[in-house]
């Protein structure tokens, strides 16, 4: 790397060439838990020589309770990679509850980080009109942009909200005219198409108390991929990809010059792979459909997968995701985007496992129930939920907390047990999965109590 440069790498197929994670910051949630606790920020230690290898060496707890720390951003894109001035020395958390903004300073001292700033809620109400906060991008223009579930009220609404990068000030919201979607979620943009695409997941004051199967049917969760057109802002298309499916993680291909990427829909457990058209426009195609369990002793009695993260490799090669009840991660080769093909599997907890309440009466995959998932003596509540993935795509990082509500309703267990966070050697050569015995991160040991790890981000 020149001397010269600005944050992150000049280009994905770069980043693979970077130097291997030392340590990765994880938030950690207490709501719902029954702990009156602040959430915090971990740090956890990920480096096999190091006598902290797979423990939690600083936790910086956040001054409220409730947040529901989420999911993290950066302050500066790789976008800057040219601007040596330039520094990715903040780590934005948005709370998904609260709606605060967190600002941490993970430059001064990336091992033990520090709070920056607070950005309270009532300045994104009155400034923006948005509430429950969830994914955070740094834009090439130097603002930081985070994406919303819906209004102050709980209601569902589409849009984004608009920080400075340097000041942290709400400047507004990014989009522009009268037209909005009717829910929020991810998004994900690619400037050199002119397209940013946003998801839907479902009405936030419905969400917060768990999942309720009356919901369904009622307009009540996503079912558009919106696209909106960057450079002015605009929202231009919605792309239906079914009723109720709601669509979570979107994710473009790494290649900047690439017009498609995936996606994967939770409750109807599908990828749908999206595309630039011929015409211009946008659309997208089904292209893995994870098969409902016919169960007995659960909430309905057939179990989705549930699709709750999904994530590419830089170099495009492989898509994993996980599915958080039925307990599995996979990869996919998709080397042939339109047709992925199913490299590897290992399964992680979930609902299905043999000896639980559960039991499946009917599966087009699996001839029996997977056992239980022990690692280190420890029985794993919950199932595997978030994904990170190495720069080099050689190791797969994988927590167990989807969201407390949910948590709590679906693995009682987890909040009681807290949540764990482990990691998975990939094959790059042929694809496959195995799980590293030597790591485990036990949330459930934290001095104030169990907690729920989510999101998992490197330093840098």
Same mark, same amino acid.
């Given at each position: 790397?020149?001397?010269?440069?600005?944050?992150?790498?000049?280009?994905?197929? &770069?980043?693979?060439?970077?130097?291997?994670?030392?340590?990765?910051?994880?938030?950690?949630?207490?709501?719902?838990? /029954?702990?009156?606790?602040?959430?915090?920020?971990?740090?956890?230690?990920?480096?096999?020589?190091?006598?902290?290898?797979?423990?939690?060496?600083?936790?910086?707890?956040?001054?409220?309770?409730?947040?529901?720390?989420?999911?993290?951003?950066?302050?500066?894109?790789?976008?800057?990679?040219?601007?040596?001035?330039?520094?990715? &020395?903040?780590?934005?958390?948005?709370?998904?509850?609260?709606? %605060?903004?967190?600002?941490?300073?993970?430059?001064?001292?990336?091992?033990?980080?520090?709070?920056?700033?607070?950005?309270?809620?009532?300045?994104?109400?009155?400034?923006?009109?948005?509430?429950?906060?969830?994914?955070?991008?740094?834009?090439?223009?130097?603002?930081?942009?985070?994406?919303?579930?819906?209004?102050?009220?709980?209601?569902?609404?589409?849009?984004?909200?608009?920080?400075?990068?340097?000041?942290?000030?709400?400047? /507004?919201?990014?989009? %522009? /005219? $009268?037209?909005?979607?009717?829910?929020?979620? =991810?998004?994900?943009?690619?400037?050199?198409?002119?397209?940013?695409?946003?998801?839907?997941?479902?009405?936030?004051?419905?969400?917060?108390?768990?999942? =309720?199967?009356?919901?369904?049917?009622?307009?009540?969760?996503?079912?558009?991929?919106?696209?909106?057109?960057?450079?002015?802002?605009?929202?231009?298309? +919605?792309?239906?990809?079914?009723?109720?499916?709601?669509?979570?993680?979107?994710?473009?291909?790494?290649?900047?010059?690439?017009?498609?990427?995936?996606?994967?829909?939770?409750?109807?457990?599908?990828?749908?792979?999206?595309?630039?058209?011929?015409?211009?426009?946008?659309?997208?195609?089904?292209?893995?459909?994870?098969?409902?369990?016919?169960? $007995?002793?659960?909430?309905?009695?057939?179990?989705?997968?549930?699709?709750?993260?999904?994530?590419?490799?830089?170099?495009?090669?492989?898509?994993?995701?996980?599915?958080?009840?039925?307990? &599995?991660?996979?990869?996919?080769?998709?080397?042939?985007?339109?047709?992925?093909?199913?490299?590897?599997?290992?399964?992680?907890?979930?609902?299905?496992?043999?000896?639980?309440?559960?039991?499946?009466?009917?599966?087009?995959?699996?001839?029996?129930?997977?056992?239980?998932?022990?690692?280190?003596?420890?029985?794993?509540?919950?199932?595997?939920?978030?994904?990170?993935?190495?720069?080099? /795509?050689?190791?797969?990082?994988?927590?167990?907390?989807?969201?407390?509500?949910?948590?709590?309703?679906?693995?009682?267990?987890?909040?009681?047990?807290? +949540?764990?966070?482990?990691?998975?050697?990939?094959?790059?050569?042929?694809?496959?999965? +195995?799980?590293?015995?030597?790591?485990?991160? =036990?949330?459930?040991?934290?001095? =104030?109590?169990?907690?729920?790890?989510?999101?998992?981000?490197?330093?840098?």
């Amino acid at each position: 790397r020149c001397g010269g440069c600005g944050p992150g790498y000049a280009s994905p197929l &770069d980043a693979m060439r970077g130097p291997r994670e030392e340590i990765i910051y994880v938030p950690c949630i207490y709501r719902n838990t /029954g702990r009156s606790k602040p959430d915090f920020l971990a740090t956890v230690d990920v480096d096999p020589k190091s006598p902290s290898y797979s423990q939690v060496i600083h936790r910086l707890p956040m001054p409220n309770v409730g947040d529901e720390l989420h999911h993290s951003g950066w302050n500066i894109c790789s976008s800057c990679f040219g601007d040596s001035s330039k520094r990715r &020395d903040r780590l934005v958390l948005p709370s998904l509850i609260s709606s %605060r903004i967190y600002v941490v300073d993970v430059g001064t001292d990336p091992r033990a980080p520090r709070l920056f700033k607070v950005v309270e809620p009532h300045e994104v109400f009155w400034k923006c009109g948005l509430g429950y906060l969830h994914t955070s991008h740094c834009l090439g223009s130097g603002d930081v942009m985070i994406s919303a579930l819906g209004d102050p009220a709980g209601n569902g609404k589409g849009g984004f909200v608009l920080l400075d990068a340097e000041t942290f000030e709400v400047k /507004g919201t990014w989009e %522009r /005219g $009268e037209e909005t979607p009717p829910l929020g979620y =991810d998004f994900w943009y690619q400037p050199r198409h002119n397209v940013l695409i946003s998801t839907e997941w479902g009405v936030p004051k419905c969400l917060g108390y768990g999942f =309720d199967p009356n919901d369904l049917k009622k307009g009540r969760y996503g079912r558009r991929l919106n696209v909106w057109d960057w450079s002015s802002h605009r929202y231009v298309q +919605a792309i239906d990809v079914g009723e109720d499916s709601a669509p979570l993680e979107i994710r473009f291909l790494h290649d900047p010059n690439a017009a498609q990427g995936f996606v994967g829909c939770a409750l109807s457990s599908a990828i749908h792979r999206f595309y630039k058209t011929q015409r211009g426009d946008w659309a997208a195609e089904k292209v893995i459909q994870v098969p409902s369990k016919k169960v $007995e002793g659960w909430l309905l009695p057939e179990m989705p997968g549930l699709i709750t993260d999904i994530l590419i490799s830089l170099d495009d090669r492989f898509l994993f995701f996980s599915n958080w009840l039925h307990g &599995d991660v996979r990869q996919y080769d998709i080397s042939e985007p339109r047709r992925p093909r199913l490299v590897g599997q290992v399964f992680l907890g979930g609902s299905i496992s043999k000896g639980g309440p559960v039991r499946v009466c009917g599966d087009e995959e699996l001839q029996s129930q997977p056992e239980p998932f022990v690692i280190k003596g420890k029985k794993v509540a919950g199932g595997p939920q978030m994904l990170q993935l190495s720069l080099d /795509g050689k190791r797969l990082y994988v927590t167990t907390s989807l969201y407390s509500a949910w948590d709590r309703q679906f693995y009682p267990d987890l909040l009681r047990e807290g +949540a764990v966070m482990l990691q998975l050697d990939v094959d790059t050569e042929r694809g496959g999965l +195995a799980v590293n015995e030597n790591f485990l991160v =036990d949330f459930g040991k934290e001095p =104030d109590g169990p907690c729920l790890a989510h999101e998992m981000r490197y330093p840098g």
